[in-house]
């Protein structure tokens, strides 16, 4: 057995990181929207690695990323350091634009020996580096060299070696080793010429039949790949396992995305501010103000993030800091009368329709859990209702109607998923947490997604739950209005 194969096949290894990274593809579509094919070609690479069968002397994948701008191409590589490592800074990124003229190709490999000032100069690249983007979760470095094309041809040459032989040698004459890397390159390479392609007079936008939608496409791709074998020699082009066309995003996936960002801004709000955190409501017409102004067939999503921090994250931060917002109140944000801005809107605690002292369903095998968040829930005046299984909380529920209900996975009797539905069939619109030790499978993870049940992760803070119960609570009383 090789040292590779020894280091990724144990069975012990490997269970835990197929624990880890239950349906990768499901969990990264939701973060990448809308390019179901830069999935498919990404995730038997990591599912090759995890298994202990990537091959030896090579990086485990080499991808060239090509396409229109901001369909999501860096985003897909900081979509994976998030699923993979627990945060999208697990990230080994190279600006090819920083290294355009060949002496600063030195800056990445180190000056050698006898230059001047060659100690000072720490490589860019190095095994230290690749390692230190890993996590405990897994092993697999994730290296990005963003805009290939602006680099000087120098840095082709010496990413020949890292794709051929999976090894880097640096001014030093050390060298690194990728083999437990996932190399990804992208480029802009014939993004002009695909800009012609899908302009809105004649392209995507008008493209809305499915087989007009595969044409575009399919000229994309072969825009792409022409441009490539212009650029890049065929030794080159042969070491890449894949290279990928994003595709120009659609109405849909930019709705995806908007939602996707304000439930974010929604999460930073409770985690941040604690007990005094509030509910943020961003009504249709307001989500579709901001997708007009933030996405564009030229930029794609690019402008959306911006757009939703300077309409949406700075005004509320504002209001925050002049005191404006009431702990547990809600922030309704609407478009002005001239159509020009955003007006947001505080009630006062009072106006929320949420019941301040709630009464809390919390079903969980775990009696010291139980225990513990009966206390602490007493303490702030909430009522708790207490089950150990889902039998007992079905048997609860039909007497008395809680405001909320937190839910632990895995029950003796049952699944907190399954429990969760049948709860709802009883008290309509009843907000539930889902609490779980382990990863949820795909089928739960998607049920969870349609009927918007947060997922926390044990161990969590006990502030975070009670947080998450008061939001879920003052939303659900705000929609039902
Ligand atoms: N497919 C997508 N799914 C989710 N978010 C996306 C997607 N595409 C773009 N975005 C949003 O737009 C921002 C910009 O996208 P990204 O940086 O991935 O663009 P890019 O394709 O790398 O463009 P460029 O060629 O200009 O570098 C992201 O941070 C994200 O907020
Ligand atoms: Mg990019």
Redesign the pocket.
């Known amino acids: 057995m090789t040292d590779r194969q020894k280091t990724n096949s144990t069975p012990r290894s490997r269970s835990r990181q197929a624990a880890e990274t239950p349906d990768l593809s499901s969990v990264l579509s939701a973060?990448?929207?809308?390019?179901p094919n830069v999935i498919s070609s990404i995730v038997p690479y990591v599912e090759m690695f995890q298994a202990g069968l990537a091959p030896e002397n090579r990086p485990v994948g080499v991808f060239l990323l090509l396409g229109p701008?901001?369909?999501?191409?860096?985003?897909t590589v900081e979509a994976l350091a998030e699923v993979l490592h627990g945060s999208s800074r697990n990230l080994l990124k190279i600006d090819c634009g920083e290294f355009q003229m060949e002496h600063e190709v030195a800056k990445l490999i180190g000056a050698p020996p006898g230059y001047l000032g060659h100690r000072e100069t720490q490589p860019m690249l190095s095994q230290q580096k690749l390692t230190a983007v890993t996590s405990e979760r897994s092993s697999l470095s994730l290296v990005l060299f963003d805009e290939i094309e602006k680099a000087a041809p120098s840095l082709t040459r010496l990413l020949l070696g890292v794709l051929d032989r999976g090894v880097l040698r640096l001014g030093d004459n050390s060298s690194v080793n990728f083999e437990k890397s996932l190399v990804f390159l992208?480029s802009?390479l014939g993004a002009k010429e695909m800009m012609r392609e899908i302009n809105p007079d004649f392209g995507f936008q008008s493209a809305t039949s499915g087989a007009a939608k595969e044409d575009v496409s399919q000229k994309l791709q072969s825009i792409a790949l022409s441009a490539v074998r212009r650029k890049f020699s065929p030794e080159f082009v042969n070491r890449i396992d894949h290279v990928i066309t994003?595709q120009p995003?659609d109405a849909e996936?930019f709705a995806a995305?908007t939602d996707h960002e304000i439930d974010n801004l929604q999460n930073h709000v409770n985690t941040r501010l604690g007990i005094r955190c509030f509910a943020v409501e961003v009504p249709f017409p307001t989500r579709q103000w901001l997708i007009e102004r933030g996405t564009s067939p030229e930029y794609?999503?690019?402008e959306?993030?911006r757009t939703i921090h300077k309409h949406l994250t700075q005004p509320l931060a504002t209001m925050v800091a002049k005191n404006q917002v009431e702990p547990g109140a809600r922030v309704r944000v609407e478009v002005a009368k001239n159509g020009e801005s955003l007006v947001l809107r505080a009630t006062e605690n009072g106006e929320a329709v949420a019941p301040s002292h709630p009464t809390v369903l919390l079903v969980d095998d775990n009696r010291d859990l139980l225990q513990f968040l009966e206390r602490l829930m007493a303490e702030a005046g909430w009522e708790l209702l207490a089950a150990e299984s889902a039998g007992e909380a079905l048997k609860i529920v039909s007497k008395r109607k809680p405001n909320a209900a937190l839910l632990d996975y895995m029950l003796p009797d049952g699944n907190g998923v399954d429990l969760a539905q049948r709860l709802q069939r009883i008290v309509p619109n009843l907000p539930v947490i889902m609490m779980t030790g382990t990863m949820l499978g795909a089928e739960e993870e998607a049920i969870c997604e349609e009927h918007d049940f947060p997922v926390l992760r044990k161990p969590f803070l006990a502030t975070d739950v009670m947080n998450q119960i008061r939001a879920r609570i003052s939303a659900r009383a705000q929609n039902g209005r």
Do not use: F, M, P
């Open positions: 973060k990448v929207v809308g390019q701008t901001g369909t999501g191409k860096t985003r992208t802009n994003y995003l996936a995305i794609g999503a690019r959306l993030k």
